[in-house]
């Protein structure tokens, strides 16, 4: 078995704790955090620097062993575990965050550092680092690269590309390219960072990365507001949009996800009529932007109640309404998640009908609906499925292209949707996407199986 000699080969550079093959310890790295996706894997191999990774891929690239970049394993579509005994490379001794740039605004850190890490380090410099979610504490800052992670504040600040000021990566072969001078204008051909970052480990393996940080607003205000139907949610967000310029994040949630939150965690109902529809509203600025908020709600078609928060932790309290609703959900058994972007014209249509086309699918099955209202981004998650049965994926991302939308907003399309990619990306573009990956990656050793579709012609 090549596996053996390229193994050997590794614990040779990495020294023994690098490669570690203990049946238990690599078990918890082959399932995904949804228990959805899982497989074999030769061996958990955990470099410890950039050259130590650069030792891998170069071993691996020789003797043609394929390898998975895994961060903090919080990935929702099957991007980040193995399938056939491929070798898990986890990035989490990559850890620390320079010194803040504080004249430039950024910062370089190491890929496995969790994002909480750098968040915390922003904020010690009196800044923020503006991508956040729920899984902050174990997620990767190199997994959410390679994912292009959105989370709660793309509406303000962007997604992960947009912070991204530069790249250090390994390339398959070995090779480092590095790039972390973090210069605003830099124009000098390809855009290799904004290129790996969204490429869910099929093109390098992120060590650095040169990030932008954000003023750190003290001053915040989160609402619950309650609506009549989705259609009136959406309308809000354009109000707001328009008249709160602090806005930083807009959530959904509804009745039947947040009394599940509720029942799991033992909490009382956020807003008590109840209301059939949820939006959760924040806004953060130098001054209290609290009235803007509020006479923006107040002058809102379709609201049936509101509450405020007036401390922060009245405002955590708030946002665990939405932030618990991945984890109710996963305690009905591993659930199918499609993260999927609808455009704002037809995000209540989708809403409407997308549970009957799933029950017509299965009748059992239960969708539940939640997301980033103000992208037009609705997670849908089915449970009471068979993790392999796929019917209701497909009529769920066939209904989503149909309507203009994107079948995956912010989690990538790793293993769950790959066979869907050419409902929203043409022959041309696919064929584009195969040229990049032959180029950066001839052998095919990058997480195979992942993102670009097999050719079936
Ligand atoms: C979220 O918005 O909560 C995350 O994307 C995770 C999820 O979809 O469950
Ligand atoms: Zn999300």
Same mark, same amino acid.
């Given at each position: 078995?090549?596996?053996?000699?390229?193994?050997?080969?590794?614990?040779?550079?990495?020294?023994?704790?690098?490669?570690?093959?203990?049946?238990?310890?690599?078990?918890?790295?082959?399932?995904?955090?949804?228990?959805?996706?899982?497989?074999?894997?030769?061996?958990?191999?955990?470099?410890?620097?950039?050259?130590?990774?650069?030792?891998?891929?170069?071993?691996?690239?020789?003797?043609?062993?394929?390898?998975?970049?895994?961060?903090?394993?919080?990935?929702?579509?099957?991007?980040?575990?193995?399938?056939?005994?491929?070798?898990?490379?986890?990035?989490?001794?990559?850890?620390?965050?320079?010194?803040?740039?504080?004249?430039?605004?950024?910062?370089?850190?190491?890929?496995?550092?969790?994002?909480?890490?750098?968040?915390?380090?922003?904020?010690?410099?009196?800044?923020?680092?503006?991508?956040?979610?729920?899984?902050?504490?174990?997620?990767?800052?190199?997994?959410?690269?390679?994912?292009?992670?959105?989370?709660?504040?793309?509406?303000?600040?962007?997604?992960?590309?947009?912070?991204?000021?530069?790249?250090?990566?390994?390339?398959?072969?070995?090779?480092?390219?590095?790039?972390?001078?973090?210069?605003?204008?830099?124009?000098?051909?390809?855009?290799?960072?904004?290129?790996?970052?969204?490429?869910?480990?099929?093109?390098?393996?992120?060590?650095?990365?040169?990030?932008? =940080?954000?003023?750190?607003?003290? @001053? %915040?205000?989160? *609402?619950? +507001?309650?609506?009549?139907?989705? &259609?009136?949610?959406? !309308? $809000?967000?354009?109000?707001?949009?328009?008249?709160?310029?602090?806005?930083?994040?807009?959530?959904?949630?509804?009745?039947?996800?947040?009394?599940?939150?509720?029942?799991?965690?033992?909490?009382?109902?956020?807003?008590?009529?109840?209301?059939?529809?949820?939006?959760?509203?924040?806004?953060?600025?130098?001054?209290?932007?609290?009235?803007?908020?509020?006479?923006?709600?107040?002058?809102?078609?379709?609201?049936?109640?509101?509450?405020?928060?007036?401390?922060?932790?009245?405002?955590?309290?708030?946002?665990?309404?939405?932030?618990?609703?991945?984890?109710?959900?996963?305690?009905?058994?591993?659930?199918?998640?499609?993260?999927?972007? =609808?455009?704002?014209?037809?995000? @209540? %249509?989708?809403? *409407?009908? +997308?549970?009957?086309?799933?029950? &017509?699918?299965?009748? !059992? $099955?239960?969708?539940?609906?939640?997301?980033?209202?103000?992208?037009?981004?609705?997670?849908?998650?089915?449970?009471?499925?068979?993790?392999?049965?796929?019917?209701?994926?497909?009529?769920?991302?066939?209904?989503?292209?149909?309507?203009?939308?994107?079948?995956?907003?912010?989690?990538?399309?790793?293993?769950?949707?790959?066979?869907?990619?050419?409902?929203?990306?043409?022959?041309?573009?696919?064929?584009?996407?195969?040229?990049?990956?032959?180029?950066?990656?001839?052998?095919?050793?990058?997480?195979?199986?992942?993102?670009?579709?097999?050719?079936?012609?």
């Amino acid at each position: 078995v090549p596996h053996d000699r390229v193994l050997r080969a590794i614990a040779a550079e990495l020294g023994a704790a690098g490669v570690v093959t203990d049946r238990d310890r690599v078990a918890s790295h082959t399932t995904d955090w949804t228990g959805r996706f899982t497989g074999e894997a030769a061996a958990l191999v955990r470099p410890s620097s950039t050259e130590e990774v650069a030792a891998v891929l170069a071993r691996c690239h020789e003797a043609g062993v394929a390898v998975v970049p895994q961060g903090g394993n919080t990935g929702l579509v099957g991007g980040g575990v193995p399938r056939h005994g491929e070798i898990v490379l986890h990035l989490g001794r990559l850890r620390g965050v320079e010194p803040v740039d504080e004249g430039a605004l950024q910062v370089t850190v190491s890929a496995g550092e969790p994002l909480a890490g750098l968040q915390a380090a922003a904020a010690d410099a009196g800044l923020a680092y503006a991508v956040d979610l729920a899984a902050r504490d174990t997620a990767t800052v190199g997994g959410t690269i390679a994912t292009n992670a959105g989370g709660l504040h793309v509406l303000r600040w962007g997604g992960t590309r947009q912070q991204l000021m530069g790249i250090e990566a390994v390339l398959a072969d070995g090779r480092v390219v590095s790039h972390l001078g973090g210069l605003v204008k830099d124009n000098t051909g390809y855009d290799l960072a904004g290129l790996l970052c969204g490429s869910e480990g099929t093109l390098a393996v992120v060590t650095r990365a040169r990030l932008r =940080l954000v003023p750190r607003h003290e @001053a %915040r205000v989160v *609402a619950m +507001v309650g609506f009549v139907d989705v &259609a009136a949610a959406v !309308g $809000a967000v354009a109000r707001w949009r328009r008249r709160v310029a602090s806005l930083t994040a807009v959530e959904v949630v509804l009745a039947a996800g947040v009394d599940l939150v509720c029942e799991v965690g033992g909490l009382p109902p956020p807003l008590a009529s109840r209301p059939p529809v949820l939006v959760l509203v924040e806004a953060a600025d130098r001054d209290d932007p609290t009235a803007a908020v509020a006479s923006a709600v107040e002058a809102t078609d379709g609201v049936l109640d509101v509450a405020v928060a007036t401390n922060e932790r009245e405002a955590a309290a708030l946002w665990r309404y939405r932030e618990d609703h991945t984890l109710a959900i996963n305690t009905l058994g591993p659930p199918h998640k499609l993260d999927v972007t =609808l455009p704002m014209a037809a995000l @209540a %249509r989708f809403a *409407a009908e +997308v549970p009957d086309a799933v029950t &017509a699918v299965e009748p !059992g $099955a239960r969708t539940w609906l939640f997301g980033h209202l103000g992208d037009g981004n609705l997670h849908v998650n089915v449970t009471d499925l068979a993790p392999d049965d796929d019917r209701v994926d497909d009529v769920v991302l066939r209904l989503v292209a149909s309507l203009g939308g994107s079948i995956s907003a912010e989690h990538g399309i790793g293993r769950a949707k790959r066979r869907w990619l050419d409902l929203v990306r043409s022959p041309a573009e696919i064929d584009a996407m195969r040229a990049i990956k032959h180029a950066l990656d001839p052998r095919g050793i990058l997480n195979p199986g992942v993102l670009v579709p097999e050719r079936t012609a």
